[in-house]
């Protein structure tokens, strides 16, 4: 359902050197980008991620209520998506957990502020 969806950042060499490792995490790739936008994702049929210098050139600020949530594909690999992004600089927001019977993600902020959650259902 969804294509890709965009976040904003301040600095895209840096944006670029976190979302590069944390992402080889779970086999995703930079799929194309110019300059000032990057989509990354396991093929071009599949939802992505970008990240990109907003287009009004303004700085980034990241939305209340925002927040990108990526598969973790089991418990283990949500610890591994939060270890791997606490240790490029992100910032946490909840520690890896079960928030409810079929739920179980880990929460932090990037190097930008926004939000990402890892999560595992089921």
């Known amino acids: 359902m969804i294509g890709y969806s965009t976040i904003g950042v301040n600095d895209m ?3 670029v050197a976190f ?3 944390l992402l080889a995490e779970v086999g995703a790739s930079q ?8 989509f990354y994702g396991t093929g071009p049929d599949s939802g992505m991620l970008a990240i990109c210098i907003p287009y009004d ?10 927040m990108v949530a990526i598969p973790g594909g089991s418990r ?3 610890d591994k998506l939060y270890a791997k992004a606490r240790e490029l600089g992100a910032t946490d927001e909840g520690e890896p957990g079960e928030r409810m019977p079929t739920f179980y993600g880990a929460y932090v902020r ?3 502020g926004n939000k990402l959650c890892f999560f595992q259902m089921g």
């Open 13 to 15: 060499d840096r944006a």
């Open 19 to 21: 979302y590069d490792a």
């Open 31 to 38: 799929i194309m980008g110019m300059d000032r936008i990057k």
């Open 57 to 66: 050139e303004q700085p980034q600020n990241p939305g209340n209520g925002n």
């Open 76 to 78: 283990e690999g949500v």
């Open 110 to 112: 990037d190097l930008d």
